[in-house]
């Protein structure tokens, strides 16, 4: 059966699941002091309908801001993209959405206070229902938490990455670049590659970090028969992951998490592996050590990254890394900052030739591909790619930008 429950808990945290909202089942199922909630904070949404239209959620959303206190946090949980189970209906009025509309109307929202302070939604995490994947293979659970902040709180960083670097048409322009599911160098080419030397195990435990649209994930998780956990901080590329996610019968779980605040318990993961996102970090060896104590005994990390060759970068190059946000390490101190993280058997390469042909190659296959790219984006989409590829064959040619592949084993 659907879920039928709203629960409304007085207090800090309001917990929500309305997946088939019908009005009348809420009035039954839902207890009195929360049904009272309800009627006291207005039921307009409650009474026209037998489901929740688009303009009912965002009206809930809104008043969902307005009863929890500042700090305080909100949990909601829905069924996305199409039914859970296979039993059939007659009727079936729910309205599968996917959870990019949740994560929209939940983003937006704003509230006032009586002297005139804003306030928002914070997203601490967005996630698959883990007993889903790993039971049923069935990524269409999701569930949010959301926190209640004064709008000017810093989430700098996050707003950075979805509205800057990773805006969901950079996104899909990136892609056509990489291939499908990828936003890094080399797309499946090198996944499978760097993959291969893991030697993945059924059953094997596989963190990605900086999981982007999931493209590896799927691919571990499929080839492999292992369980990846994707983290990423922009909320775009997980849910495109997401999205991306439904009617493939692997366990990969999704969640938006940043990885320098993010915990788990020691000795959870066979694998961490990341592709080019650690350039975002600016504390790589507190990473490092989390990575070390999240790890098995055994247990592999691998990571491709960009690098800067070592001493001091021409001015053109410290721009471009001022301006991404990057920080960049020669190859050789990365693999140290590895070993001094508690790392073995640690091996770093210098893959800046590979890193070329791949440039190469793209930006062939982009050229090549113009109308149909200009038709899908836009003529400034398509110069903004070719213009950003010739720049790093520039730097990349003469050995100033530098590209490195890590492996390294926790004893
Ligand atoms: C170049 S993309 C690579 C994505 C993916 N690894 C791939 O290969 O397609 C870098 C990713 O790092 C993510 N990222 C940056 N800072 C992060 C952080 N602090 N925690 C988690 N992910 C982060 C970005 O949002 C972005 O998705």
Known sequence: MSINIMLFFPGPFIFAMASTVYFKTIMRNASKSSFTR???????????????FDFVVENLVERMVKWVKVGGFIFFRE????????????????????????????????????????????????????????????????????????SHDDKGFQRFLDNVQYKSNGILRYERVF?????????????????????????????????????GDFYMAEKFDVDVVGIDLSINMISFALERAIGLECSVEFEVADCTTKTYPDNTFDVVY???????????????RSFFKWLKPGGKVLISDYCKSAGTPSPE???????????LHDVKAYGQMLRDAGFDEVIAEDRTDQFNQVLKRELIAIEKEKDEFIQDFSEEDYNDIVGG???????SSSGEQRWGLFIAKKK
């Open 274 to 288: 990341s592709r080019d996102t650690i350039l975002h970090i600016q504390d790589k060896p507190a990473l490092f």
């Open 79 to 150: 069924s996305c993209f199409h039914q859970s189970g296979d039993s059939k209906r007659k009727y079936n009025p729910t309205h599968y959405r996917e959870p990019r509309f949740y994560t929209k109307v939940f983003k937006e929202c704003h509230s006032f206070d009586g002297s005139g302070n804003s306030f928002e939604l914070s997203l601490i995490g967005c996630k698959c229902i883990s007993a889903y994947v790993k039971n049923k293979k069935n990524q269409n659970q999701i569930c949010w938490t959301w926190q209640k902040v004064s």
């Open 317 to 327: 190059f410290a721009e471009y890394i001022k301006q991404r946000g990057y920080d």
């Open 38 to 52: 309800l009627c006291s904070s207005g039921t307009i949404y409650m009474q026209h309908s037998s489901t929740l």
């Open 389 to 395: 590829w010739k720049a790093k064959l520039i730097r």
């Open 179 to 215: 291939g499908q599911g990828f936003v890094s160098t080399g797309g499946m080419e090198t996944t499978k590659e760097f993959v291969e030397k893991l030697d993945l195990k059924p059953g094997q435990k596989v963190l990605d970090v900086g999981c982007g649209i999931g493209g």
